[in-house]
C-alpha cells in the first residue's frame, strides 16, 4: 500500500532553514510528482509547490517561489523540501502527498515545524 | 489570486445529510476533489474528479456539482464523519494548486 513516512518536528530560530523528508512506499517512486502542502494551527489547507522525483521537474505557488527547494535521493525513495529564510508566519505542519493528475490521494503524516526566537 | 468558498461550518444531527458546498469562478470548468481532515490527522481524500469516490470511501460520500458550485454530501451521518472538509482543484490559468477555505462539519 501507498506510505509515506516524514521526518520529525523542527524547531528554527528565524532566518533559518529548515528541511523535511518524505519517503515514500509501495508505489513506483519516480513515477508520480510529490505535491507540498502546509497547514498553519487552526488554518485551512495552503499548496506549496510540487517536485517530480523523475525528472526534476517543480511548480512553486508565487507564495513560495525563492525560498523552496528540493532534492532527491531515488535510491531511498525520499524527497527532501527546504524552506529557507524563516519567519515566524511559517509555523505550520508540513504534508507531503502524491500526485495523481490534479488531485493528492495519499498524504503523509505531517511534519510541524515551529518557528521561533 | 483564486479564491475557493466555502462555509465556514454545517451543523447535521446523526443519521440526516451534511451538504457542504464550494464556490468559485473556475469550478464549472476544473476537476474538483474533497478532502475529510479530523483533528491532528492528514487530509484523506473522500471524492475525486467531482463525484468518484476512492476505494474505501463509504458510498454515503458524494459529490456534484452545478455551474460554479461543487457539493460535497454526507448521507446518513455519523459521528464519526465530524471533521474538517476541503475541496480542491487545478487552476489551469496560472498551473497552481487551490484549496478550499473550509468547512468544520458538526455532529450534533
Known amino acids: 500500500q501507498v506510505q509515506f513516512v516524514q521526518s520529525g518536528a523542527e524547531m528554527k530560530k528565524p532566518g533559518a532553514t529548515v528541511t523535511v523528508s518524505c519517503r515514500a512506499s509501495?508505489?513506483?517512486?519516480?513515477?508520480?510528482?510529490i505535491q507540498w502542502v502546509r497547514q498553519a494551527p487552526g488554518q485551512g489547507l495552503e499548496w506549496m509547490a510540487w517536485?517530480?522525483?523523475?525528472?526534476?521537474?517543480?511548480k512553486f505557488s508565487q507564495i513560495f517561489e525563492g525560498r523552496v527547494s528540493f532534492t532527491r535521493d531515488t535510491s531511498a525513495s525520499t524527497v527532501y523540501m527546504s524552506l529557507s529564510n524563516l519567519r515566524s508566519e511559517d509555523t505550520a505542519t508540513y504534508y507531503c502527498?502524491?500526485?495523481?493528475?490534479?488531485?493528492?490521494?495519499?498524504w503523509g503524516p505531517g511534519t510541524l515545524v515551529t518557528v521561533s526566537s | 489570486s483564486y479564491v475557493l468558498t466555502q462555509p465556514p461550518s454545517v451543523s447535521v444531527a446523526p443519521g440526516q445529510t451534511a451538504r457542504v458546498t464550494c464556490g468559485g469562478n473556475?469550478?464549472?470548468?476544473?476537476?474538483v476533489h474533497w478532502y475529510q481532515q479530523t483533528p491532528g490527522q492528514a487530509p484523506v481524500m473522500v471524492v475525486y474528479d467531482d463525484s468518484d469516490r476512492p476505494s474505501g470511501i463509504p458510498e454515503r460520500f458524494s459529490g456534484s456539482k452545478s455551474g460554479n458550485t461543487a457539493t460535497l454530501t454526507i448521507t446518513r451521518v455519523e459521528a464519526a464523519d465530524e471533521a474538517d472538509y476541503y475541496c480542491q482543484l487545478w487552476d489551469s490559468s496560472s498551473g497552481h494548486y487551490v484549496f478550499g477555505t473550509g468547512t468544520k462539519v458538526t455532529v450534533l
Open positions: 473556475n469550478v464549472g470548468a476544473e476537476s
Open positions: 517536485f517530480n522525483p523523475g525528472n526534476g521537474n517543480t
Open positions: 502527498a502524491r500526485k495523481v493528475a490534479d488531485r493528492f490521494d495519499y
Open positions: 509501495g508505489y513506483s517512486f519516480t513515477r508520480y510528482a
